[in-house]
């Protein structure tokens, strides 16, 4: 449901806003329940989807799933060609 043009952008805009990951979210619930809320994404990320300072904090495991899934498929297509 993405709308970049006429009268309903706004109204996409407004809802996109629900869904938006705040760094000061993950910050508060780190700083009061003394606990990490993680956080993963598929990648690339859209504009609007998440605030990019989460990416130099604990929370972010989306980088660190890019770098596993390089070995996975190393041997995903090892099995597949029987070496």
Do not use: W
């Amino acid at each position: 449901m993405q709308c970049t043009k006429g009268p309903e952008a706004e109204k996409f805009k407004e809802y996109m806003q629900r869904y938006f990951v705040r760094y000061e979210t993950l910050e508060k619930v780190r700083q009061v329940d003394g606990r990490n809320i993680y956080i993963t994404h598929t990648l690339p990320r859209r504009a609007g989807e998440m605030d990019l300072r989460i990416d130099n904090t604990p929370s972010q495991l989306y980088f660190e799933a890019i770098a596993y899934s390089v070995s996975i498929r190393m041997a995903l297509v090892a099995a597949i060609l029987g070496v």
